[in-house]
């Protein structure tokens, strides 16, 4: 049995992000079958609305995917206090914060954990975090030889974090 996974994502401006972005859902769909990625906008929107709950109902994990950096982290921590806390019942929730630096990273964890703790889930998956804090390449993608780095990288995270059970 594998997952069926749904990204519910505040999407990211920061082109330097956009590899981050890819790689993260390139390894994610190891895991499972990648059912929808959705925006936490398309919830505001009637017509996209009911898909959006719909993938979330179809899928066993939902992995909330968001920039280290105040508007995304508000955009994600609304969308979380608007919804129906039951909507993520029976489902496993891994929030993945990309970005930013580990101060960035904890100050949200400390901030967003109570939402997340509310939320009526089967299980809560440690936040994954995925940055680099070098002065020369913020991000490991803008060096042309780290693409592969960066996957395998994002894998053995997620291969720590998602239950193997699944995946076996």
Do not use: W
């Amino acid at each position: 049995m594998s997952y069926q996974i749904t990204i519910i994502e505040v999407p990211t401006k920061e082109p330097s992000l956009g590899c981050i972005h890819t790689a993260l859902k390139s390894q994610l769909d190891k895991f499972g079958d990648i059912i929808s990625s959705v925006s936490v906008k398309d919830f505001s929107n009637i017509r996209k609305e009911t898909k959006a709950l719909q993938a979330i109902d179809k899928a066993n994990l939902v992995v909330l995917l968001f920039e280290a950096k105040e508007r995304p982290y508000k955009e994600m921590k609304d969308f979380l206090n608007d919804l129906d806390k039951s909507i993520f019942k029976g489902k496993m929730i891994l929030p993945a914060i990309i970005g930013g630096t580990r101060v960035h990273a904890s100050v949200i964890e400390f901030s967003l954990k109570p939402v997340l703790i509310s939320l009526a889930t089967t299980e809560l998956i440690p936040t994954i975090y995925v940055m680099d804090e070098t002065k020369k390449s913020p991000y490991p993608c803008e060096r042309k030889e780290s693409e592969h780095e960066i996957k395998e990288y994002l894998f053995s995270i997620l291969k720590k974090h998602i239950p193997i059970t699944y995946y076996i």
